[in-house]
């Protein structure tokens, strides 16, 4: 059985179309684990290292958000989709306070960086 890690974009949930989606078309053989995870970058990054070995996931498939996300993840198969590659750019204009949308920094700088 595979297992498969689906995080959402911004404003979804792990209830969204997409993760019911991907647990319909994949079918026998693969195991799609979609938790909600918070709008904080810290905390979102947390979530998902703790999923990655709580259910030994084999891939990753993220969308916007939740591809940046991803993003950070080593050692690990991911596919990303539309990631969002400028959070402080692109969350202030959805209305994201400025203290969630400041947690996105330093990771956008370590992206750019190569880290």
């Given at each position: 059985?595979?297992?498969i890690?689906?995080?959402h974009g911004l404003n979804s949930s792990g209830n969204s179309r997409t993760s019911k989606c991907l647990e319909e078309y994949l079918g026998p053989g693969y195991k799609v684990f979609h938790p909600t995870f918070p709008e904080d970058a810290d905390a979102a990054l947390t979530k998902v290292k703790?999923?990655?070995i709580k259910n030994k996931i084999d891939i990753v498939v993220a969308s916007s958000l939740g591809g940046f996300i991803a993003l950070k993840l080593r050692n690990v198969m991911k596919i990303v989709i539309n990631?969002?590659?400028s959070p402080t750019v692109e969350l202030p204009k959805l209305g994201v306070d400025e203290k969630?949308?400041?947690r996105y920094t330093q990771y956008e700088q370590s992206l750019l960086q190569g880290i």
């Open positions: 059985m595979i297992h890690l689906y995080i703790n999923e990655l990631p969002c590659m969630t949308v400041s």
